[in-house]
């Protein structure tokens, strides 16, 4: 496995499918719920940090286990569960601390970030597989 081109694969799919779902919903769904709390301009390096990280939780918990089952649905799944886990962690946080956050924001991003961790492990263990054959 050549876990270079399996971090790529991952991180581009993560990063990518996450920008069209923020430039969307932002207006549609963030903004809305927080106003004056959003930044004028995100922080790029807090962002970066985050984009470079998460991809290595998804290799590590879900893309490396179900590779080396063999399982692209173990890879999705362990990848859905990992985002359920870790945005419900971030949203609920947010919704049990601050005022303007709501129940409809966490389910919703609970949800987005669920299905683009799994499918960003399943194009991570897709990409794995071809490389190892």
Not at 24 to 49: F, H, K, S, T
Not at 52 to 65: D, E, H, M, Q, R
């Amino acid at each position: 496995m050549n876990l270079l081109f399996t971090y790529l694969a991952v991180a581009v799919t993560f990063v990518a499918v996450d920008m069209v779902w923020l430039n969307i919903m932002v207006a549609r769904l963030y903004r809305p719920v927080l106003g004056d709390m959003l930044r004028a301009e995100p922080n790029l390096a807090a962002a970066a940090v985050f984009y470079l990280l998460y991809p290595i939780g998804l290799i590590w918990f879900a893309v490396l286990p179900a590779h080396h089952d063999g399982s692209a649905l173990r890879a999705f799944t362990s990848g859905l569960l990992l985002g359920c886990f870790t945005y419900a962690t971030y949203d609920l946080t947010n919704q049990a601390t601050l005022r303007n956050w709501s129940t409809g924001l966490t389910l919703a991003d609970v949800c987005w970030g669920s299905l683009l961790a799994g499918v960003s492990s399943l194009i991570g263990f897709l990409v794995a597989q071809k490389l190892a054959h």
